[in-house]
């Protein structure tokens, strides 16, 4: 999504509303094990603040993945605050700052950045999921297999038990 904001580039402290539903292809590059829907619902505003653009605003988006134990698809709606603040890109001797070239804005590389920060680390479809049997792959939460337990001890484990005898 590009913001045209020359009617607030001269403006200290004028403000645009800047609100979309799109997709964001760039995602894609991102090295993420998550299926995201394709449309992203963001509600903000770019402010002028003297050398500055703000960028806030809310970021709605879906996702599915499958949860790490027992691989049941997992459908996550996440809605997220975005803070993000752009330097013109001849002031900028930042290199991990926003910037913004001329009267536009480009806010889809902070808004996929965020969307990354906010995924969880694992992804599982419950507290309490039994996962699959690593014998016979059996999903536990939905029934017991009869494969015996113990040949999944870690055999350091098992070194404990004969001492504890
Ligand atoms: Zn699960
Ligand atoms: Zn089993």
Redesign the pocket.
């Known amino acids: 999504m590009r913001v045209n904001v020359s009617d607030i580039i001269k403006t200290e402290g004028a403000g645009i509303d800047v609100n979309f539903s799109d997709n964001l292809p760039g995602l894609r590059e991102y090295d993420t094990s998550v299926e995201f829907k394709p449309s992203f619902e963001f509600t903000g505003r770019i402010v002028n603040l003297g050398g500055l653009l703000k960028l806030s605003g809310g970021l709605h988006f879906e996702f599915s993945a499958n949860c790490l134990r027992c691989l049941k698809q997992v459908d996550t709606v996440s809605d997220i605050k975005v803070e993000e603040s752009f330097v013109e890109v001849s002031k900028s001797d930042d290199v991990d700052a926003y910037t913004f070239e001329g009267n536009v804005v480009d806010i889809d590389k902070p808004l996929m950045d965020n969307i990354i920060l906010a995924l969880p680390m694992k992804i599982i479809c419950s507290e309490d999921c039994k996962g699959l ?1 690593k ?2 792959g ?1 999903n536990l939460n939905i029934k017991n ?1 009869n ?1 015996d337990e113990r040949e999944i001890v870690d055999p350091r484990m098992e070194i404990l038990k004969d001492y504890f005898k």
């Open positions: 049997c014998t016979c059996t297999c494969c």
